[in-house]
């Protein structure tokens, strides 16, 4: 085989079946989904499928007048569609890297520009954070997690995970920030003096105050919001 030809190439980026289940990462970056039923996923992250799949986008209502309301303050940032069928789905998000957990009657908070896709068995829920005299643009919006199975998220670049301690507090950039362990209510702090040591926008004296037992995720990596971008 020559090197660099085409059967070179197809050969070390084809396609493989793993057999490690529902949720199985074909590259750190692309989210193979082996179907057999229904699966949520953020709406748009659809790149290729194979079978016999038929792609719904979510309701209004269906999930009741509460949801549709947060959904309306969240300016559809979490927009998600079901996939239904039998077959391979290969769901990516800008080329975000991907991280797989299996829930065990666990819950977890996901910034909601990075929930890519979950098992139906999940309950979900639109958490609004609380704004901070409006210098989050738009505030900041959430998915709480609970119950057991798959979930995937996305970060830029490598995740680091942080412990949260009763005695030792986190506090993060909210734009860096990916997720949090269930019991966690982070509160908003505002620095001053930080905001005005880098001299960037007022998004940046802004942080989030993680305080309790658990754990926090960010990315290296700040991620910029479509409110942010119309300030």
């Not at 209502?61 to 940032?77: N, R």
């Not at 991907?98 to 896709?117: K, W």
């Not at 995720?217 to 919001?225: A, L």
């Amino acid at each position: 085989m020559s090197r660099y030809s085409i059967e070179e190439f197809v050969n070390q980026t084809k396609q493989q079946d793993k057999g490690e289940g529902l949720f199985e990462l074909e590259t750190p970056r692309m989210l193979e989904i082996n179907l057999n039923g229904q699966v949520w996923a953020k709406a748009g992250a659809m790149v290729s499928y194979r079978g016999s799949i038929k792609f719904e986008r979510e309701g209004v209502f269906e999930h009741g007048i509460g949801k549709m309301f947060k959904k309306a303050l969240t300016g559809e940032g979490t927009s998600l569609m079901k996939a239904n069928g039998t077959g391979k789905l290969y769901v990516a998000d800008q080329g975000k890297k991907i991280s797989i957990l299996n829930l065990r009657n666990e819950s977890i908070f996901v910034n909601g520009n990075d929930l890519l896709a979950f098992e139906p068995s999940i309950q979900w829920d639109i958490k609004l954070l609380k704004r901070v005299a409006g210098m989050l643009a738009g505030g900041l919006f959430n998915v709480r997690l609970e119950g057991s199975g798959m979930i995937a998220i996305t970060s830029h670049y490598e995740p680091l995970t942080l412990l949260v301690t009763s005695d030792n507090p986190v506090y993060t950039d909210p734009n860096a920030t990916v997720a949090w362990s269930g019991n966690l209510e982070p509160e908003f702090v505002t620095d001053v003096s930080l905001k005005t040591f880098l001299g960037r926008g007022s998004g940046e004296s802004i942080q989030m105050k993680f305080s309790g037992n658990g754990f926090v995720v960010v990315q290296p990596y700040e991620e910029v919001y479509i409110g942010e971008l119309q300030k």
